[in-house]
T-cell receptor, first 114, second 113 residues
Framework: AQSVTQLGSHVSVSEGALVLLRCNYSSSVPPYLFWYVQYPNQGLQLLLK??????LVKGINGFEAEFKKSETSFHLTKPSAHMSDAAEYFCAVTPTGGGNKLTFGTGTQLKVEL | GAGVSQSPRYKVAKRGQDVALRCDPISGHVSLFWYQQALGQGPEFLTY????????KSGLPSDRFFAERPEGSVSTLKIQRTQQEDSAVYLCASSQGSINEQFFGPGTRLTVL
């Protein structure tokens, strides 16, 4: 069975500072990996995904993530936080080949302070 | 174009009532998923359709939960004899195929009193 661990349920950064949200997965084989963002009272929006190929993946809004097989990690970063980045972020996995269901982590609430 | 829509956005039910939650996927999307998101948690998979066929219902928590997609487009999630533990946001997602990006609707927030 696959599982996802997001370290830190709440992360606070200053505007302009580096954003680092951590995600580790547990799977017998490397899965497909996703980061979603959820704004209040809205559905989830895909930020980026890793399936195959280059392990550094760039997404929308300046976010990127690097797949590290040896560390079973897929941490999300952004060089400079903006107030509009304040939201909840979810890491998710699905079996290689896609399959169907996404398995989500418990989420990290990002707060951006002036 | 239109995204995934869900109705109602908010539903309050008394314990024991039956509820029906509707999902309108993106037109032409073959796959449709339902997830349950409890307060402070990540979404958890409930069930999956490919066209009208329900291929996976392993996440449905009890036989009080039932989902259908009779014509391969709109889907309804029905919960019978609601309990307080059913209170959650129910998210619907659709995709062009099972391995493609899932697009999520805004969810239905169900509160059972």
């Amino acid at each position: 069975a696959q599982s996802v661990t997001q370290l830190g349920s709440h992360v606070s950064v200053s505007e302009g500072a580096l954003v680092l949200l951590r995600c580790n997965y547990s799977s017998s084989v490397p899965p497909y990996l996703f980061w979603y963002v959820q704004y209040p009272n809205q559905g989830l929006q895909l930020l980026l995904k890793y399936t195959t190929g280059a392990t550094l993946v760039k997404g929308i809004n300046g976010f990127e993530a690097e797949f590290k097989k040896s560390e079973t990690s897929f941490h999300l970063t952004k060089p400079s936080a903006h107030m509009s980045d304040a939201a909840e972020y979810f890491c998710a996995v699905t079996p290689t080949g896609g399959g169907n269901k996404l398995t989500f982590g418990t989420g990290t609430q990002l707060k951006v302070e002036l | 174009g239109a995204g995934v829509s869900q109705s109602p956005r908010y539903k309050v039910a008394k314990r024991g009532q039956d509820v029906a939650l509707r999902c309108d996927p993106i037109s032409g999307h073959v796959s449709l998923f339902w997830y349950q998101q409890a307060l402070g948690q990540g979404p958890e998979f409930l069930t999956y359709f490919q066209n009208e066929a329900q291929l996976d219902k392993s996440g449905l928590p009890s036989d009080r939960f039932f989902a259908e997609r009779p014509e391969g487009s709109v889907s309804t999630l029905k919960i019978q004899r609601t309990q307080q533990e059913d209170s959650a946001v129910y998210l619907c997602a659709s995709s062009q195929g099972s391995i493609n990006e899932q697009f999520f609707g805004p969810g239905t927030r169900l509160t059972v009193l």
